[in-house]
């Protein structure tokens, strides 16, 4: 128990000092990108890349962790978001976007790593901790969400007149940070080790409803998420806000993914994770309102703190969810599997939402939230159901 939390305290320092670095870069890449594309319809190619860059990162990040454990492959991620920033920061003192989305690319490389933190947690936990290991983790994010936006905000000039480079070389040395914390992380070897046998085929796991459920949660919580957020500053922007402001939406917004976790995890014990999954959607629901309500500074600071504690809720519950749905044997390629198809979906969010933005609105960002939003409800409900049936039929064979 006391490894167990030890190793949660570090992953959510690492987990802290990451989403430093991935707050102060997708709240400026998109007005970086605008700054330099000649097609302001590419203004938010950058965030795609980044996320494009996980979603292509979460399988070989996953396998090479077999080989070489969870500190090894975290260690790789945190260095290669410092030659992000780097790299980042020579793009745009060049001025040369497909530099820039270049290194957004390798910041992916990162972030893909970094999601693993709180599989990692659980592979140290106790079984009744499971749901409370990945709410602990993701509360390095309340720090994050304090430091991110500021840092972003303070370090925009350090380049002057050359603006938003310095951003980026604060990415840089947060990274570098990050290797510390993980330097001492230890996951118990039988967590790390490869197991024999490669347990069931991937399409009998990808069958089962608890699976379906569990992946779909999570890709909508992300998916949704940074369709509304990468738009958020630009939107903004547009509507007059100082980018100050517009940093400052971030920061509520991001606060509000993660300061939940406080809660979360003892909310799906208490309450179980379906009641948890269904709030979620219905604040994503409540968010996409409140955005479509009207463009003053209330309605995107309220759009955007309800667009965090959905994307907490459904987020956790998936991550929760997923755990049931795999034997040991076959944690590295579910695991692998759920990563990427999360980031792709996150990957089509962020692309589309400049499209969106530019040629339809604000709103119609908003309003593309809702049909993922009633397919997944649809989903649940479909394991629900079969879940339900299940217990029943246990009941009757045992009476």
């Excluded at 399409?203 to 089962?208: A, D, G, K, L």
């Excluded at 968010?287 to 309800?306: E, K, M, P, Q, W």
Aim: hydrophobic share 55%.
């Amino acid at each position: 128990m006391r490894r167990y939390k030890i190793n949660v305290f570090l992953l959510s320092s690492a987990q802290a000092l990451y989403l430093i670095t991935s707050i102060a870069s997708i709240t400026f890449s998109g007005l970086v990108g605008q700054m330099l594309a000649d097609n302001k319809l590419l203004a938010t190619l950058p965030v795609a890349m980044l996320t494009l860059g996980t979603a292509s990162i979460t399988v070989p990040a996953s396998f090479l962790m077999r080989r070489i454990g969870r500190r090894g492959g975290f260690m790789v991620g945190a260095f290669s978001g410092a030659l992000s920033g780097g790299l980042a920061f020579f793009a745009i003192v060049q001025g040369n976007f497909w530099l820039f989305c270049a290194a957004a690319f390798l910041q992916g490389s990162f972030q893909a790593f970094s999601q693993y933190y709180r599989f990692a947690a659980v592979e140290s936990a106790p079984a009744a901790y499971t749901s409370r290991a990945v709410s602990y983790v993701l509360l390095g994010g309340v720090a994050a969400a304090f430091l991110g936006p500021k840092i972003g905000v303070l370090s925009k000039d350090l380049a002057s007149p050359i603006p938003f480079a310095g951003t980026y070389l604060a990415v840089m040395a947060v990274s570098f940070l990050a290797l510390l914390p993980l330097f001492f992380l230890k996951i118990p070897e039988i967590a790390v080790q490869a197991h024999e046998g490669q347990g069931r085929p991937m399409r009998e796991i990808m069958r089962q409803p608890v699976f379906a459920a569990a992946v779909l949660n999570a890709c909508t919580s992300y998916g949704v998420m940074v369709l509304v957020m990468t738009a958020t500053p630009l939107a903004m922007v547009a509507c007059a806000f100082p980018v100050a402001e517009a940093g400052s939406v971030i920061q509520w917004h991001v606060l509000a993914m993660f300061l939940p976790s406080f809660f979360t995890g003892n909310l799906i014990r208490r309450f179980g994770v379906l009641p948890v999954l269904f709030v979620g959607m219905a604040l994503f629901t409540a968010s996409a309102a409140a955005a479509i309500a009207g463009i003053d500074l209330a309605n995107f600071t309220v759009a955007l703190i309800l667009l965090g504690v959905a994307w907490n809720f459904m987020y956790v519950g998936g991550t929760t969810l997923l755990t049931e749905a795999y034997h040991p044997s076959e944690r590295t390629k579910v695991q692998a599997l759920n990563e990427f198809l999360v980031f792709a979906v996150a990957a089509a969010g962020s692309f589309s939402s400049g499209g969106l933005l530019n040629w339809s609105g604000w709103n119609a960002v908003n309003y593309g939230a809702i049909p993922v939003l009633v397919l997944t409800a649809g989903v649940t409900l479909w394991y629900a159901w079969t879940s339900r049936r299940g217990r029943e039929a246990a009941a009757r064979i045992k009476t």
